[in-house]
């Protein structure tokens, strides 16, 4: 591996980490502040605080769905980090990456301690969800966006060279 290319592996693993360590901690205090099906209003209302425990993956998708939900999100970070290590080079692919990993993550720290995940900022019309599950969100549009990015870069060097 170059020394570009560890670079980009050790920028992806702090990234993770902030993740899971903002993740833990605001979860944490979430836990804390609001229980038994309270709710906190932020912003006039705008933003709800709740206590939401989450067993399935997105939305609540595969809900109770135990070793299932432990196979599907697995087989994803593997894909993940295969697609990850064999694109190196792609700018800012690290940052995709750790965003995507921390989150997984942070939320399987959840499902191993208390069996679901917490779930505790409630936009209107929006399901509940956690800091994890938005750095996973921003993650994966990320790393579509930087995959489309690379392949029109490939697409037009191609180009250029059958010139």
């Known amino acids: 591996m170059t020394t ?3 670079g980009a592996v050790a ?3 702090l990234t993770a980490v902030a993740v899971i ?3 833990q901690f ?3 205090l979430a836990r804390d502040s609001i229980s038994g099906g309270n709710s906190t ?3 006039g209302g705008l933003i709800k605080i709740v206590d939401v425990r989450n067993s399935g993956v ?3 998708q595969l809900s109770g769905g135990g070793i299932i939900v432990g196979v599907v999100v697995a087989l994803a970070l593997i894909a993940l980090l295969w697609y990850f290590l064999s694109h190196l080079g792609t700018p800012l692919i690290w940052l995709a990456t750790g965003l995507v990993i921390g989150g997984a993550v942070g939320n399987i720290i959840d499902r191993v301690r208390a069996g679901a995940v917490t779930d505790f900022i409630k936009l209107p019309h929006w399901p ?4 994890a599950d938005a750095a996973i969100t921003v993650g994966v549009v990320s790393l579509v966006v930087l995959v489309e990015i690379d392949a029109r870069r490939q697409r037009r060097s191609e180009a250029a060279d059958a010139d």
Not at 128 to 131: D, L, R, V
């Open 128 to 131: 509940a969800f956690n800091f």
């Open 21 to 23: 360590v903002l993740d």
């Open 26 to 28: 605001t979860k944490a």
């Open 58 to 60: 997105a939305f609540g």
């Open 4 to 6: 570009k290319q560890n």
């Open 11 to 13: 920028l992806a693993g």
């Open 41 to 43: 209003e932020l912003l």
